[in-house]
């Protein structure tokens, strides 16, 4: 599933970015990669996400969010 | 690798910072919200100013940072012979050195210009300090990791030390500072000063210097990072970053395994990566925890909320603009009151003492410059209430979350939630605006916010709102002022969707990725010196412009143009600014303000909006026989005047006024800037349709205004 399709609050795994080359360079400068987990912090207008990761708050226009590719997070019992 | 306990930590010891004779240059290097600025601030003190970093509109501040030569006390009590000085330059926030905007290229030009002065140059070219954000270490470190490649000395300096004890995500959050510290020191290899930049006593600030010092005389490399012999391009430059990634996985996994041993430690998730090779980058599953709402968290959901995001930022917006007329309007009287009275009577009466009373020199100095001086001053109050504002929503956090929630609005011009940055910035100054265009990742992008920052209304048409407004208004002068600000936006929004379906059509907006810094309150000292570094700026910049059009206004003023007058000495009718304004004044005719003092404003704010309102009192002033500068009466003037131009529509006229202000040319610094960054021919271009723009908008508005 795409990111913008994870419930708040939900914890997910990056699966894959459909992004262009340079802008998921980016992403994975900014600390976010493949297998970074996230967390759904805040649903914002027009699709816009806001993701918690390690600490961190990212805000990403619902366009891009759509590139994200998440897995949720299996807990061990 | 050191042990987790290991002392490197500690600034290196053993020297004396006496023995650094000459001035140290030291780079502060850091992501965006890290706290560097904060931390420049601390170590200069009022020992600052801002350039433009060569050949670029990047804004560089640089400063002196002085400790006593023990490195025992800061220095600002210390006598000059045991001072150390060290030049300091705080450059742009940066998350890598593979630079994507010019800021950022600022920034990797400058730390690889110093590695290159390492190699090539014996002695102490300089320090990096490279400033880690405790509560985001692994962003950070990839950022370090990329300047020790470089082969610059360097030294760390960790902020956030507060807010990482008290976060409840972070993977460092609740660890001891000094565990912290040590633990870093200890995976690094260099030393890592924790400090707080608002506690300049003990916050670190001393330990700093000592470090900074001895590394530049006894350099170390990063642990775990090879120091490359030449820059390499963009493929080495990609290859190594997955390297790089790894070795930021295993420090901060070593970091937190060395400050919560007894927390769980994930494994890394293993997700396939679409290279087909395992996942790199998986630092953010080092630690998990699970997720607990921040302070942040909570107050976002409400300003990002869908619903209320939107009119909680026009709310803010609007609380902007109130702010700065209710509390620069009476410092603006105050000072116009004082350099019009007091002050103009004192010249006046020196002058007399010299002999030199009711001629042309008493005109140049006390309608000329003394004018000219009084407006820059009254400009003041306007300009640091504006970049206070500015500073707060800033320092707050709010701005990056302003720049969330008008990314739809942007992408709809073809550009993104970044563009609105120097676009709001544009409401203060357009100046800086258009500098701050620098920060778009494309060209195309940046031509395309700098033909939409003239629309923005800065404060300096401002002063024109607050006077039409006052006299024409006077009950409704604040909703009259904020519907300008309306306008403008909505010039913004039209002017943009326009280019967008024409030249610049090949515009598409960029993903948007930004980091949401917590919600902080604003550090007053700060702020204080950030206000006083950009009014003085202002002061210095524009303020010559302005008392130079001033004079200019002045001397076409004194100078016939026809009639048998002396120099200083003639109706404005015959002067050579009457007769160019009385050219021009046919033409906006149409508008209802077409009147010598309209035209001769909108000449003289062709060269600075701040002149427009210097410009009606100094014509007014001439116009009348032995008149001087009377505020109390420049109301009373427009009104007669522009009623008399519009055939009793003065209201109507005075609104066409204000909308032509807005929508004309800002200023002659404007065009310049906007030349520099992108040609003659788009500024040329723009400078023909904001004219033609403004005449017709300003003919519609008096038109359906006169007949309401």
């Not at chain 2, 906006?588 to 035209?599: R, T, W």
């Amino acid at each position: 599933m795409t990111l913008p399709e994870g419930p708040l609050g939900a914890e997910l795994r990056v699966t894959g970015v459909r992004l262009p080359a340079a802008h998921a360079f980016r992403l994975n400068e900014m600390g976010i990669r493949l297998g970074t987990v996230a967390h759904v912090t805040q649903h914002a207008a027009f699709g816009g996400r806001v993701i918690a990761v390690a600490g961190s708050r990212y805000a990403l226009d619902g366009a891009t969010a759509a590139l994200i590719d998440v897995e949720p997070v299996q807990r061990r019992a | 690798m050191s042990s987790c306990h290991g002392t490197a930590s500690a600034p290196v010891p053993g020297r004396s910072t006496t023995s650094v004779p000459a001035k140290l240059r030291v780079l502060l290097v850091g992501g965006p919200n890290v706290g560097k600025s904060t931390l420049f601030n601390a170590l200069t003190g009022a020992r600052q100013r801002t350039t433009n970093a060569p050949g670029t509109t990047v804004e560089l501040a640089t400063g002196t940072w002085r400790t006593a030569a023990d490195g025992t006390a800061d220095s600002a009590d210390s006598t000059a012979h045991s001072v150390t000085e060290r030049a300091i330059v705080d450059l742009p926030g940066s998350y890598s050195l593979l630079a994507r905007s010019s800021d950022e290229q600022v920034t990797a030009d400058a730390v690889r210009e110093l590695a290159r002065s390492v190699r090539e140059v014996s002695g102490r070219p300089g320090v990096v300090v490279v400033v880690l954000d405790a509560t985001t270490l692994a962003r950070s470190l990839y950022l370090l990791a990329q300047v020790a490649e470089t082969g610059v000395p360097i030294v760390v300096a960790l902020t956030m030390l507060d807010l990482a004890a008290t976060a409840t995500d972070s993977p460092t959050a609740g660890v001891e500072s000094a565990t912290l510290v040590a633990a870093l020191a200890a995976s690094l290899g260099v030393p890592v000063v924790p400090v707080d930049s608002r506690n300049r006593a003990a916050g670190g600030l001393r330990a700093l210097a000592r470090s900074v010092d001895a590394v530049a005389e006894h350099p170390r490399r990063v642990t775990g990072i090879v120091p490359l012999a030449s820059v390499p391009d963009l493929a080495q430059e990609l290859a190594r970053a997955e390297m790089l990634f790894a070795w930021v996985e295993m420090v901060a996994e070593q970091v937190t395994a060395c400050c919560a041993p007894s927390l769980p430690v994930t494994a890394h998730g293993g997700a396939p990566a679409t290279s087909g090779r395992p996942a790199s980058g998986s630092m953010p599953g080092v630690l998990r925890r699970p997720l607990r709402r921040t302070f942040s968290d909570r107050v976002d959901a409400v300003l990002l909320n869908p619903w209320a995001g939107t009119p909680v930022f026009l709310a803010v917006v609007w609380l902007l603009f109130e702010f700065t007329t209710k509390f620069a309007a009476p410092l603006q009287a105050f000072i116009g009151h004082l350099v019009n009275g007091p002050l103009a009577s004192g010249v006046t009466w020196l002058l007399g003492l010299l002999g030199l009373a009711n001629g042309w020199v008493q005109g140049l100095l006390v309608d000329g410059l003394l004018v000219g001086v009084g407006t820059v001053l009254t400009f003041l109050p306007v300009m640091a209430v504006m970049f206070a504002a500015l500073g707060v929503l800033e320092d707050s956090g709010y701005l990056a979350r302003a720049a969330f929630l008008a990314d739809r609005a942007m992408r709809s011009l073809g550009l993104d939630g970044r563009a609105l940055l120097p676009l709001i910035v544009g409401f203060g100054c357009n100046l800086p605006a258009l500098a701050a265009t620098r920060t778009l990742p494309h060209a195309r992008q940046r031509l395309l916010t700098g033909l939409l920052i003239p629309l923005t209304s800065c404060s300096a048409r401002l002063t024109v709102y607050v006077l039409l407004a006052g006299a024409f208004f006077p009950q409704y002068a604040g909703t009259v002022i904020f519907s300008m600000y309306l306008a403008s936006v909505l010039l913004v929004l039209c002017g943009g969707l326009l280019l967008r379906r024409t030249v610049f059509r090949d515009v598409h907006a960029e993903p948007l990725i930004l980091v949401l810094p917590p919600y902080q309150r604003p550090h007053l000292r700060t702020l204080g010196l950030s206000v006083r570094m950009r009014v003085g700026a202002f002061a210095t910049g524009a303020g010559k412009i302005i008392v130079g059009t001033m004079l200019v206004v002045w001397v076409l003023m004194a100078l016939p143009a026809t009639g048998q007058h002396a120099v200083g000495d003639v109706p404005v009718a015959d002067s050579l600014y009457g007769r160019a304004a009385s050219g021009i004044a046919p033409v906006l005719a149409p508008a209802g303000f077409g009147n010598d003092h309209a035209s001769a404003a909108l000449i003289t704010g062709f060269v600075a909006k701040e002149v427009v309102v210097g410009s009606f009192a100094q014509s007014y002033a001439v116009a009348e026989p032995g008149g001087s500068v009377r505020p109390g009466s420049l109301g009373e003037e427009l009104r007669a005047s522009f009623d008399e131009s519009s055939g009793g529509h003065g209201g109507a006229a005075a609104l066409a006024f204000m909308v032509f202000v807005l929508a004309y040319t800002p200023c002659v610094a404007a065009l310049a800037e906007q030349r520099r960054l992108f040609g003659w021919r788009p500024t040329a271009s723009a400078l023909a349709a904001q004219l033609a723009g403004a005449w017709v908008l300003a003919v519609l508005v008096f038109q359906v205004g006169s007949r309401l």
